[in-house]
């Protein structure tokens, strides 16, 4: 039985997909007015591990993704540089697209783009406004909050608990301080046509219609970051609410934010790390194995110390397998795709409580010490080495990690074998210089 966390129930659900073998998900994407940061890559690496997860039980996953590149943020970035929107967001577009190939994440389904969303978009806010969820004034339109029950259920508020404040677009025209802009007016930056006048559409829309493009109903997972929850997520599911009268999604699963040596990422502090810059100092896999050391709904801590643990913990898991794979390789024997059906059982049975990563690590460890017991047996059982060894690979495929599958050649065969005779006749001189060349290959 799989379980996620519903952030909309608050509880921990076994999962049930709205088509049988089937896991439709969507995840909010970046606003691409600026390279992504390491807050960015953590829903990047912990939803792409959900997907390998999912297909590792079975599923089909359909996963796709968006880009926002129409914001005040673009606007004024293209202002400011004197170049058109597009050329902005077709610069950070491009960079995002590095970082989550660099992260080796598997390819999405899709990854719609708001200015290919328009015409849909705009159909969507009209049907609002015909429905009367929705009212236009001087060319801006707004949805009009209290036209739909229970507005807040997916943040858990209700609008007696909600306070007027920077998350919450305040105006003189509107309603209720509590009603959120679905299409503003405009005379600068990009624009379109509307029945309301030129202008652009607000956040809030986007992904509703995205969604509704590439799903055609109901999701099963909706995901992102918990900043997201609200207002964003609240307002997406309160449009789909208004237009089709039932949810958005079946579960809401937000990741944790990544603290900076316990300090909140800002431009204040000066302490905004770029996922860039970060993986190409620790490359991919310790990237992944850090950001996913730590549970997904808890609050991670980018720090050296934490780092340097997830350093020896993977190379730990690596040399292993790296010992293994020269030993069978020593020996001729050929690697069968049977795992220890045990081991990896464990390791997806923890996987399938809320993607408990950090329970699956402890799986991991568990089994990399019996591959080395064996490892240090006279006579090893090879078919139960290869087992351990196909298990451990499967477990990194399922978090992303990618290492060298050692197979030696000829020549580094007999740099082994002339080791050991060298050892067995006692030239220690000799063995030295052989063992001097296998670190040297970075096989010992």
């Known amino acids: 039985m799989i379980k996620l966390y519903n952030s909309m129930s608050l509880k921990v659900e076994e999962f049930k997909s ?82 989550r190939s660099s992260l080796n994440t598997l390819e999405l389904d899709a990854k719609p783009k708001v200015t290919e969303t328009m015409d849909s978009i705009i159909e969507f806010i009209k049907k609002m406004v015909d429905k009367g969820n929705a009212y236009e004034i001087d060319g801006d339109v707004y949805f009009r909050v209290n036209s739909i029950k229970d507005y807040g259920f997916i943040s858990n508020q ?40 030129k202008g652009r559409p607000g956040w809030h829309t986007e992904c509703v219609v995205m969604i509704e493009d590439n799903f ?85 801590n980018f720090t050296d110390e934490a780092i340097d643990n997830s350093r020896k913990e993977l190379d730990r898991v690596l040399q292993a397998l790296k010992n293994a794979r020269i030993k069978i390789s020593l020996n001729d024997m050929k690697i069968t795709d049977e795992k220890d059906e045990a081991s990896y059982g464990k390791f997806l049975d923890e996987m399938s409580d809320d993607l408990n990563t950090p329970n699956a690590y402890t799986v991991i460890f568990d089994t990399v010490k019996q591959l080395n017991t064996l490892l240090r047996v006279r006579d090893i059982d090879y078919e139960e080495l290869i087992k351990y060894v196909n298990s451990i690979e ?24 002339d080791w050991n005779s060298a050892k067995a006749e006692k030239n220690f001189d000799l063995a030295d210089e052989y ?3 296998l670190i040297e290959l970075g096989l010992m």
């Open 18 to 99: 709205i088509e049988p073998g089937v896991v439709k998900m969507y995840v909010c994407g970046p606003t691409v007015y600026n390279h992504a940061h390491i807050g960015n890559a953590r829903p990047i690496i912990v939803f792409d591990t959900l997907r390998r997860f999912f297909e590792a039980k079975g599923y089909k996953v359909k996963f796709v993704s968006n880009y926002t590149d129409v914001d005040d943020k673009i606007i004024n970035k293209a202002i400011e540089e004197n170049v058109e929107e597009e050329e902005i967001a077709q610069r950070y577009i491009e960079a995002y697209e590095k970082v």
């Open 394 to 417: 499967a477990m990194l495929e399922v978090l992303g990690i990618e290492y060298t599958k050692y197979e030696l050649n000829d020549e580094e065969k007999k740099l082994f074998n």
């Open 435 to 437: 063992r001097a060349k």
């Open 158 to 197: 209700n609008l007696d608990e909600l306070q007027a404040g920077s998350r919450i677009e305040e105006s003189d025209k509107k309603e209720s301080p509590f009603d959120f802009a679905l299409w503003k007016k405009t005379d600068f930056g990009i624009m379109w046509d509307s029945p309301w006048g």
């Open 216 to 300: 055609n109903g109901m999701i099963d997972i909706h995901g992102g970051g918990i900043d997201l929850k609200f207002p964003h997520h609240e307002n997406e599911a309160a449009q789909n609410m208004a237009v089709h009268n039932n949810h958005l999604a079946n579960y809401w699963v937000h990741n944790a934010m990544v603290n900076i040596d316990g300090d909140k990422m800002s431009k204040s502090l000066g302490n905004v790390t770029w996922a860039k810059d970060v993986i190409e100092k620790l490359g991919a896999s310790l990237t992944r194995w850090f950001i996913l050391s730590v549970h997904y709904r808890k609050e991670l």
